[in-house]
């Protein structure tokens, strides 16, 4: 698959999150296989103006690329100087959200709110086209709300704008998160224009990206809560996708092995005050599998400090030496 000038081995990519896609953790779904990741939303206004804390979230090393930064807004000066800084700091394509469903962003006229406006979108999607010389791609949802289809027409009109991919949420806006995908609704975008339309949404199983992939006509799948605590979704999704039947899972070790890499990444990352506050949520994704998780959950709380948590990834996972 080809997005703009940019080759993707496969169409198996790592789906934005807010507070998950940061770089220590793009980083291991890369070495999982994703052939694409793509970094948290950011505002673009704080983009544009290189407030410190956005640029922080947007740093990106050669190891990760091909990677996407994503910003969202609602005016297009903005976006333009947004797209430009992300360009600037090293990502292979700008990706611009138009699918959030969260409140605050909503009640000011960004993110999901604008799926109701299909010429504003393209409005977007051409002033960032101006300013960068990388792929602009954008993230959509179905529609407004449940009979409020307008993704086929805003696809069109973001392809007339110059924007190189689509990235469909296969829910509404109103849906948010709750109930099942329509990847119907993927596939047709997929016959509406000429650009790669990829899909995301209720993929949790390597057997479900392969079964959207093959049921929606897709170029590719942004998968998100399915990796999280996961990442190896990618590399078994992708030994399905070229034949093979057999999936290994990872074994103990191999989870705590990542789960520590991951972790010792986030404190170099973040600070160690911030570190620690994300530490329970992401040990808890890692071991959800565990047969003794409320246990687990309940140490992971008292855990204080870094020293504490690799003695307690020894005790539950016992990772080999790394």
Known sequence: MRIGNISLAH???LAPMEEHTS???RLICKQQGASLVCSERIDAKDVAERDKRAIKLLSTTSAERPAVGQISGNDAAQIGEAARVIEELGFSMVDLNFECPIRRLVGRGEGGALMGQPQRIAELVAAAKQ???IPVTVKLRTGPKAGEDTAVETAQRVEQAGGAAIILHARSVEQAYLGGPDWQHVT???EAV????????????PQDAISFLESSGADGVAIGRGCLGNPWIFQQARTLLFGSREIIEPSPAERGKVLLALVEHEFEFYSAHLAQKRLARTACYFAKFLPDFAEFKKEIHAIKNLAQFRTLVREWFRPVAR
């Open 11 to 13: 169409g198996l990519t």
């Open 23 to 25: 770089l220590p953790f």
């Open 131 to 133: 300013a960068v010389s």
């Open 188 to 190: 047709r975008v997929k």
């Open 194 to 205: 000429s650009i790669p339309v990829l899909g995301s949404g209720g993929v949790r199983t």
